[in-house]
């Protein structure tokens, strides 16, 4: 037996052994449960009797009797030995059975597939218990084994005896099923060889029977199913090799009247604009075309199937009420099968034949479905062939348009690259240069060897660019070609903009552009453009330094020349003195630093009191780099730097100079002493002051003392002139805090000095009233909320009191910060924190080197220079500087005055 049959078989043999086995398992398990109770109750029993029996003999030493009670006992199945021990654990006595069930006396023995039972033994005399020794059982399970073993060769006995009555049972109850279906079996297989003319006649009436006849009906229907495939199959051939619409519906009709018998057919199509459904096509041909019919969606059979989406077979259609003309005419057979383009109903294949003639069934309705599916995708076809006809015929119109318009650009772009007047050229994937490029660019680098050149050979040569740095660049482009757009913006920046080459004594310089040429979002090529700009870089250059000539001419202009000359000599000597200094000095320290920050802090803030702008930037530079090495903790004394700086000062005011003299024709022969004889003018001022001073003159006293003034006045300047033209930089100095320029009131005693005690002044002043107007003066907004006009006043009063004259300058802002120069004081080291210092110490504080209060470093303060600047300049003339404080109070700020006293060997009075 074979297949099905053999698994029943095997399948009941081992349900039915299964159970006969369980249930001998069970009456086993219970046996050895029976058995080993059995044994437990004896081996209890044996021990009991020994342990009453042995405690005498041990206690009297009586070794014969002892072995008398173990040779009484060792016949028990159960036991394979007995030793007893005394007190002292050692055997006195032992017995044990030999190969043919005797006993046999040995106190050494030992016994394989056994147990031992041990338990103590105690002589019981007067009511007292005394050890006297142990008795051990040598157990053996041997018979209890003999005895499950006979019971499991029973339990397989049995098992074994059923499964053959089972087999030889199941064998003739089982013959008359396995022939049908060996039969069976053999008509299977010649389907699946394509046979399907084998008949299965039914001979029961039974299971086997039904199950016959259902595989005859199988075998019909595949027969069926595969000749619809075939036609199915020929149909979609045919299809495949037509591409006419017209001929597609002829044979789909054709084909399926022949399967059906069906007499006419009709295919209606939907059209896009009525969205109704149309007739497209018929079967058979006629002479007379019939009167084209439309359907609307759920209207008649047509309407219906597409609506429903499913075939719908009318087996008479006078019957049919959804017939459209039902109960007229011939009564017919009607089926309606919708075409579908994937999900979408596109129309229908309506069929009609004549009562009893149309063969259809249900399972034509697939047959039915797979050509109209097949029909569907050949009108998909001829509509896509003749829509790409009809766009190959407009392509190539469009082609032959196209190309003359590119050859039209091809040209433009020809033109335009042989005019174009710069370099222009593209880097291909092999750092080459592409074959087309502008003319220009021949030009430009004075050879013709471009097309096809390593870029790097043609660009960089001979320019101004390290070898690290070429390498970047070639990197770069290389890593960016081929790769995403986005590596450009990773990569862009290494790529320069600008060349300077030099061959021999020429040099030119080039500006470059680079761009990307990107395709589908990676970087095809990169498009270089180059603009020789020697020519324009040099007029630029020339137009740069003619407005800087301008501005210089302007700023000239806008002071009188006098002081002009005055500013260009004290600039001149504090340059020379710095560079007397820094040649001199084999080292550095901080005093050398501090008179060198003062000398270019004074040409600064001078310079920037005329608008001399290029002057006060140069020596801003120089002033920061003598700050950073006056700030440093262990400065690097470095002359040459600083000699370099010193120039770059020396040569700007040099060229101030030289626009004055060459340009505005300024020079020494233009001062108002010009063809004067200074040394007789003031000997005739001293006869004149010796007159004017004599009681003998009498009323030409007055008229002598006029002249005097005017003699003083031509070789002199007057102490209240020289404070109003350091006035002349009160709104520039305001402008550059964001404030409104001070009122300054001058009131001054006629006293007249030379040029040198006049630059002298002119720099303390202005350090004086830069003060005043960055640290005293408040903000217009500060100054109205303290009842305060916007604009501020500076009063400048010099008078003569002990040989010297008093200069006193004080306003009307908020006083001295003493409270931050405290604190300033503090964080600098100059006092310990919680020093009570009186407020006039607190002030002199002000006269350290680095001590400032500005909240920012800015071009008129906060570096920390300034009155210790201007106390050195005084004190080195004789003169001083103090502040005096208007009252002792301690608060945040405090009003004061500044007293300057100057020797009065400087000055010249009119007696």
Not at 4 to 15: E, N, V
Not at 30 to 59: A, F, M, Y
Not at 230 to 257: C, F, H, K, P, W
Not at 745 to 756: A, G, P, R, T
Request: aromatic letters at 6%; charged letters at 25%; proline letters at 2%.
């Amino acid at each position: 037996m074979r297949g099905i049959t053999s698994k029943l078989a095997l399948s009941l043999l081992f349900i039915v052994s299964t159970v006969l086995i369980a249930f001998g398992y069970a009456d086993y398990r219970k046996n050895d449960t029976r058995l080993t109770e059995d044994l437990q109750r004896d081996i209890k029993i044996v021990r009991s009797r020994l342990e009453t029996s042995l405690p005498v003999p041990i206690w009297n030493f009586d070794t014969g009797v002892i072995e008398k009670i173990l040779q009484s006992e060792i016949p028990q199945i159960f036991i394979a030995g007995i030793k007893v021990l005394n007190g002292s654990d050692e055997v006195i006595a032992g017995v044990s059975l030999d190969d043919k069930g005797g006993p046999v006396f040995s106190t050494e023995f030992e016994i394989q597939h056994s147990w031992i039972d041990s338990s103590e033994l105690y002589f019981e005399e007067e009511g007292e218990k005394t050890f006297v020794g142990k008795l051990s059982l040598y157990i053996s399970d041997r018979h209890i084994k003999a005895i499950l073993q006979k019971n499991l060769e029973s339990i397989l006995i049995q098992v074994l005896s059923t499964d053959l009555i089972i087999l030889i049972l199941f064998y003739f109850v089982l013959k008359p099923i396995v022939g049908p279906l060996k039969y069976l079996n053999e008509v299977a297989g010649k389907i699946a060889a394509g046979d399907y003319s084998a008949d299965v006649e039914r001979k029961s009436r039974d299971e086997v029977g039904d199950l016959s006849e259902s595989f005859n009906t199988m075998r019909l229907t595949i027969r069926k199913k595969m000749g619809d495939l075939a036609s199915i199959n020929s149909i979609g051939e045919q299809l495949t090799l037509t591409y006419d619409r017209n001929m597609a519906l002829g044979i789909v009709l054709e084909r399926l009247s022949e399967h059906a018998r069906f007499e006419n057919g009709s295919i209606f199509l939907c059209d896009n604009k009525t969205q109704e459904y149309s007739l497209h096509g018929y079967y058979p041909e006629r002479s007379e075309k019939p009167q084209p019919r439309s359907f609307k969606l759920g209207e008649g059979i047509v309407g219906l199937a597409i609506s429903e989406g499913q075939a719908i077979f009318v087996p008479d259609t006078k019957q049919d009420s959804r017939f459209l003309g039902a109960g007229d005419g011939e009564a017919r057979t009607l089926l309606c099968v919708p075409m579908f383009d994937g999900d979408q109903i596109i129309g229908a294949i309506n069929f009609s034949g004549r009562l009893g003639e149309v063969k259809y069934s249900e399972g034509d309705e697939e047959f039915m479905t797979s050509i109209s599916r097949s029909l569907v995708i050949t009108l998909k076809n001829i509509e896509m062939r003749e829509e790409i006809e009809e766009h190959n015929r407009n392509l190539e119109i469009k082609v032959q348009e196209r190309t003359a318009a590119l050859q039209s650009k091809t040209n433009d772009i020809s033109a335009m690259m042989r005019n174009l007047q710069q370099g222009l050229f593209t880097i291909l994937a092999e750092m080459s240069i592409h074959h087309e490029y502008s003319k220009f660019l021949e030009t430009i680098f004075e050879t013709e060897q471009i097309a096809n050149r390593p870029f790097m050979d043609l660009l960089l040569a001979d320019v101004d660019l390290s070898e690290d740095e070429k390498d970047q660049i070639k990197v770069a482009i290389s890593s960016m070609i081929g790769s995403d757009e986005m590596m450009w913006e990773f990569n862009a920046h290494l790529l320069p903009h600008e060349l300077v080459r030099t061959r021999g004594e020429a040099k030119q310089i080039f500006e470059v552009d680079w761009n990307p040429i990107v395709s589908n979002e990676e970087i095809e090529k990169v498009m270089v453009t180059v603009r020789d700009v020697t020519e324009l870089r040099r007029l630029q250059l020339e137009a740069m330094e003619q407005k800087k000539d301008l501005d210089i001419i302007s700023q000239i202009l806008n002071i009188e020349s006098g002081k002009f000359d005055d500013f260009i000599t004290n600039a001149k000597m504090y340059v020379s003195k710095n560079r007397e200094l820094i040649e001199s000095s084999a080292s550095v320290n901080k005093e050398l630093l501090q008179v060198l920050f003062r000398n270019m802090h004074t040409i600064k803030g001078n310079s920037r009191t005329y608008g001399l702008s290029y002057i006060t930037e140069c020596a801003h530079l120089a002033e920061a780099a003598y700050d950073t090495l006056r700030k440093a903790d262990e400065p690097e004394w470095m002359p040459e730097s600083l000699l370099q700086d010193l120039n770059a000062v020396e040569t700007e005011i040099e060229h101030y100079l030289r626009i004055a003299h060459d340009k505005l024709g300024l020079s020494a022969d233009s001062e108002r002493l010009k063809g004067i004889n200074t040394d007789m003018i003031q000997s005739l001022i001293a006869t004149l002051g010796e007159i004017s001073n004599s009681q003998a003159i009498g009323s030409y006293k007055e008229v002598l003392r006029g002249q005097l003034k005017t003699l003083y006045g031509a070789v002199f300047d007057s102490l209240e002139d020289t404070v109003n033209d350091v006035a002349q930089s009160l709104p520039s100095l305001a402008q550059a805090v964001e404030k409104p320029a001070p009122r300054l009131l001058v009131e001054c005693d006629e006293f007249y000095m030379s040029k040198k005690a006049k630059n002298m002044l002119n720099d303390v002043l202005m350090h004086c009233l830069r003060n005043s107007i960055d640290h005293g003066i408040e903000m217009p907004e500060e100054r109205r909320e303290q009842g305060k006009d916007d604009v501020g006043t500076i009063r400048v009063n010099a008078k003569m009191q002990n040989g010297s004259v008093l200069l006193s300058i004080s306003d009307d802002g908020r006083g001295l910060a003493l409270e931050k120069i405290r604190q300033k004081a503090i964080e600098q080291g100059l006092i310990e924190s919680g020093s009570n210092l009186e407020n006039s110490e607190v002030a002199e504080l002000v006269f350290h080197s680095g001590l400032s209060t500005a909240e920012k470093v800015s071009q008129i303060s906060g570096r920390g220079v300034g009155m210790d600047a201007v106390r050195n300049f005084l004190r080195e003339q004789g003169g001083d500087i103090v502040l005096n404080l208007k009252t002792t109070e301690r608060n945040a700020y405090v009003p004061f005055e500044t007293q300057i006293s100057l020797p009065e060997a400087l000055f010249e009075r009119v007696a």
